[in-house]
């Protein structure tokens, strides 16, 4: 039985060339940069791997605890995903994903919910049923995670082509013309990636899309420059005078990525550096506003209760008076 779930793993999970910048074809800054990158989809892969062998969710639990603190979330990412294809690939589904969720994953829900994401992106649409993401407001995580993958993985076409997912289809979703705006957040995210961590050609990136979708890419990208890293200080500074326009997404997007750095407890120096530029405040208080903020959210009706929480975010940050009002 274990070499049949060592076999599992070795089918299922990617090889770690596919994480190579130079395979991605993306921009290396520096050396140092390359290797960060390259470090958290090595560290992806090993989660996934460690899920596409466990015999439950419980057994891959020590493994994903001994991985360092700063990979760790990106570790119980790929966990998630494979749990969601392990499920998508069962007859009638599976609950690899509801026990992640109810186990290890719990503290790290809001990468759980992007690794589902992934495996999205690589089931059929006939599939989609059997993933398991039953928080109406963070399900909006999973199109983060698609969108993510989709612009990682098929570069071209969503970075370079501006290919916008116009309407995806999200199970039990109201607001399903939101769809296209959780994916551009998640392609946000990727654009600090493909842009190798280099401020002045990830915004070059976010120009070459229509203004009306830039909003949206810079939430993901200071989600992705705090939670991933990579920046220096000066780096950091030069993204926040850059996106004057956008600093409220930015905001936003940085105390996500606070949030899920705190409630795991794997807190950085570069998550408190870059919060600090980004928000205002260290890591514990922009967790604070995304707490206070979920209260009394209101049913989901043509902007989701996901987006008002956002919005409200980023309002709070313009009434401290660390951003300034966008009109």
Aim: glycine share 10%; proline share 5%.
């Amino acid at each position: 039985m274990n070499a049949l779930r060592a076999l599992r793993r070795k089918i299922m999970t990617p090889n770690r060339s596919a994480t190579s910048l130079e395979v991605r074809g993306f921009h290396v800054k520096n050396p140092e940069a390359r290797k960060l990158l390259e470090s958290v989809g090595g560290t992806f892969l090993d989660g996934f791997g460690f899920a596409a062998e466990a015999r439950v969710p419980a057994a891959a639990e020590p493994s994903l605890a001994a991985v360092p603190t700063r990979f760790r979330g990106f570790a119980h990412e790929g966990a998630a995903m494979a749990f969601a294809i392990r499920d998508g690939l069962r007859p009638g589904g599976g609950r690899n994903v509801e026990r992640f969720l109810a186990g290890a994953g719990a503290n790290h829900v809001y990468m759980a919910y992007v690794g589902v994401g992934w495996a999205m992106a690589r089931l059929p649409r006939i599939r989609w049923s059997t993933l398991h993401a039953p928080d109406p407001l963070l399900r909006w995580l999973v199109l983060d995670g698609y969108g993510f993958h989709q612009a990682y993985f098929r570069t071209e076409r969503y970075v370079y082509d501006l290919y916008e997912d116009a309407s995806v289809p999200w199970r039990g979703a109201t607001a399903r013309d939101y769809g296209s705006r959780a994916t551009d957040q998640g392609i946000g995210r990727a654009l600090w990636f493909i842009g190798g961590t280099d401020v002045e050609v990830v915004t070059s990136l976010v120009e070459r899309y229509p203004s009306g979708r830039r909003a949206d890419l810079y939430g993901g990208i200071g989600l992705a420059a705090t939670y991933a890293g990579g920046a220096t200080e000066a780096e950091l500074t030069a993204l926040w005078d850059h996106a004057e326009e956008y600093r409220p997404e930015l905001a936003q997007g940085a105390a996500f990525a606070a949030a899920a750095r705190a409630k795991a407890d794997l807190v950085c120096p570069h998550n408190e550096l870059a919060t600090q530029i980004f928000c205002g405040q260290p890591v514990a208080l922009a967790e604070k506003i995304t707490d206070e903020t979920m209260a009394d959210l209101p049913a989901d009706g043509v902007l989701p209760a996901y987006e008002v929480w956002r919005q409200r975010i980023s309002a709070a940050f313009v009434q401290s008076g660390h951003v300034a009002a966008t009109s």
